[in-house]
């Protein structure tokens, strides 16, 4: 997460609070969207944090199967007063860290950050619940992504005042922000999509967990009933429907691909949009269970003016804040039933686009974030310890 510029951003207004080190991947043995770290890694911001970038062992290996090298010489090294280890309470990466941080710096105040929101069946289910008790008796506090993940760690004996629910990271609103009517026209042309038409936006995997079967034919039903409007629908991502919705798009001229691209290009792609869907549904078999745990897009869309619905999938409803801008996942008549109402009024859309960015600079700003998580770390501190404030130390995926 951190090894890309970009999402460090929330590091800087932390740093008002602490001395903060960073420790993340080598940007060479990484990648994103298919595309190596490095692409996204363009560092348009002084840091105000260090940054250290340690090997990880086995390279290649997802962020829950890994360990850093040189871990141990960073601690040995430098004092820390707390350390906040942003993965799943599984990953190889939470205990190594965990293990060091006991024998090396015994007085540390130790926590960790979560998204899990789902918990697994049969035997996996049953190994995991002995990890999460084991987790909330070797931490000092944890942070949850969303409320179901704060549910779990409270199920194994986490403590409400020593669990926070917020997001990992923030918007960069001074880029994410409505455009006017001009600007709007001029990054339309410059992506190549059109200037006259309502412009529906998903952006994201281009999968069938994220909807997007349902968003096609919501699309479809919506130029049927608002003719007047002439409504497209821009995708930006990659993922295994890539080539379908290729194929799909040579035959209806209404649907806009675009390409995968470093984060601080999709503030433009928000931008040229009047409409923003994600109609994400739950993954309920399989290995690979999953239902949304935040939906960092919600925000930046948001942040961008941009009125934003999603469906019940997960943290959505949380992180939107609106009701009546939800609707029941894997439900078309559902979408149809909640959007089509604020298509027949361009103010009440505008209205509700206004309410929803007040919002989310309230809450999911760099600053407002950093404010939100320094809070409740100086807390943790103030519980636990009497700290020097000279340091605070992330080990992130």
């Given at each position: ?8 951003r ?12 960073c ?45 850093h ?13 707390l350390?906040?280890?942003?993965s ?52 000092h ?39 006017s009517s ?75 691909l ?5 984060h ?16 994400s ?77 007040q ?39």
């Amino acid at each position: 997460m951190y090894a890309t510029a970009f999402n460090r951003r929330k590091l800087n207004p932390l740093a008002g609070y602490f001395q903060i080190t960073c420790v993340t991947w080598d940007l060479d043995t990484g990648t994103l969207f298919g595309r190596p770290l490095a692409d996204f890694d363009h560092e348009d911001h002084l840091p105000e944090y260090q940054l250290m970038r340690l090997p990880r062992w086995p390279v290649g290996q997802s962020h829950t199967k890994y360990f850093h090298l040189h871990l141990s010489k960073l601690l040995r090294d430098q004092s820390f007063d707390l350390i906040l280890v942003d993965s799943e309470p599984w990953s190889f990466i939470r205990w190594q860290t965990w293990l060091l941080s006991r024998l090396i710096q015994p007085k540390i105040v130790f926590g960790e950050f979560s998204w899990e929101n789902i918990e697994r069946p049969g035997l996996k289910g049953i190994i995991l619940s002995f990890i999460y008790r084991l987790a909330v008796k070797t931490h000092h506090f944890s942070i949850s992504g969303n409320a179901a993940c704060r549910t779990i760690f409270l199920k194994y004996g986490g403590k409400e005042n020593a669990n926070l629910v917020a997001a990992q990271l923030g918007v960069e609103c001074r880029e994410f922000h409505p455009p006017s009517s001009e600007e709007k026209t001029k990054i339309r042309f410059e992506l190549g999509l059109p200037s006259d038409s309502f412009l529906i936006g998903f952006c994201g995997r281009l999968t069938a967990s994220k909807g997007i079967p349902e968003l096609l034919l919501a699309t479809e039903r919506l130029r049927s009933s608002f003719p007047d409007k002439v409504i497209h629908l821009a995708m930006l991502g990659h993922g295994d429907m890539f080539e379908e919705l290729t194929a799909f798009a040579a035959s209806n001229p209404w649907l806009h691909l675009l390409s995968p691209r470093p984060h601080r290009d999709v503030a433009a792609f928000m931008r040229s949009l009047d409409l923003f869907i994600l109609a994400s549904k739950p993954v309920t078999f399989g290995p690979d269970l999953w239902e949304e745990q935040f939906g960092h897009v919600l925000i930046e869309a948001m942040a961008a003016g941009v009125p934003t619905f999603g469906s019940s999938s997960g943290a959505i409803p949380e992180v939107i804040g609106f009701p009546e801008a939800i609707f029941n996942h894997s439900d078309l008549e559902s979408l149809l039933s909640v959007v089509e109402p604020w298509l027949k009024s361009q103010s009440d859309l505008q209205a509700l686009a206004v309410k929803q960015r007040q919002r989310t600079l309230s809450l999911y700003s760099h600053e407002s974030l950093a404010r939100i998580w320094a809070d409740f770390l100086l807390a943790q501190l103030r519980n636990h310890q009497s700290p020097s404030g000279h340091c605070m130390h992330f080990s992130s995926k």
